[in-house]
């Protein structure tokens, strides 16, 4: 059984220092990508996937959230994410007009969130579909990176690579019309002004 007590604001927790962990590897796995050194970016971003199942998984069962930890798992994620997508377009893993869609997909949610609290809503439920985007988006990057590689190995996870990352793009663009959808009625019944309520979890 996890311990309960919902979000705390400790600092000094398991869960954090994997987070924080994390943060650190972002400009190592990018000069990684930078001079070429696959093998070594690929063990970091495997690392990075593995300490982000584990802060979570121990935060919950051990009842150690925290409200720095609410903050430093997306920053990681959104990191990691970002500089992924622009050092594959500089290497020429994956076009720029790629990252031109993923990017904007984000500012589209990051402009959908402002105007919801500016109603007095702090967010909208996590969507199946947008944790599904994301899961296939985070397999593709290092199966792309593998593709990279010389021999069998690359021939077969080049087009393996491709194949979460188109799945995981569609997913990503899905999930965004679904917030919108779920948006809009919210936007059109709010008032601004109101006391920020927050959205239920999901």
Request: proline share 6%.
């Amino acid at each position: 059984m996890g311990a309960g007590g919902g979000v705390s604001d400790r600092v000094l927790t398991v869960p954090n220092a994997l987070s924080a962990l994390r943060l650190v590897g972002v400009p190592l796995f990018v000069w990684l990508l930078v001079v070429r050194a696959d093998g070594w970016a690929l063990l970091v971003l495997m690392l990075s996937g593995v300490t982000d199942y584990l802060d979570g998984k121990i935060a919950r069962r051990f009842g150690l959230e925290s409200r720095l930890g609410q903050l430093l798992d997306p920053l990681a994620d959104r990191l990691y994410t970002l500089t992924t997508i622009l050092a594959f377009a500089w290497r020429g893993i994956i076009p720029v007009w790629l990252v031109v869609v993923l990017l904007g997909r984000d500012v589209f949610m990051a402009l959908l969130v402002l105007a919801l609290r500016r109603v007095g809503l702090v967010g909208l439920p996590v969507h199946f579909v947008g944790k599904a985007a994301t899961f296939n988006l985070l397999y593709a990057f290092p199966v792309l990176l593998l593709g990279e590689a010389a021999g069998a190995l690359g021939a077969v996870a080049r087009p393996l690579g491709w194949a979460f990352t188109w799945w995981g793009t569609g997913l990503y663009l899905l999930a965004a019309v679904l917030y919108a959808v779920q948006a809009a009625p919210l936007l059109r019944a709010g008032r601004p002004g109101q006391p920020p309520t927050p959205a239920p979890a999901g």
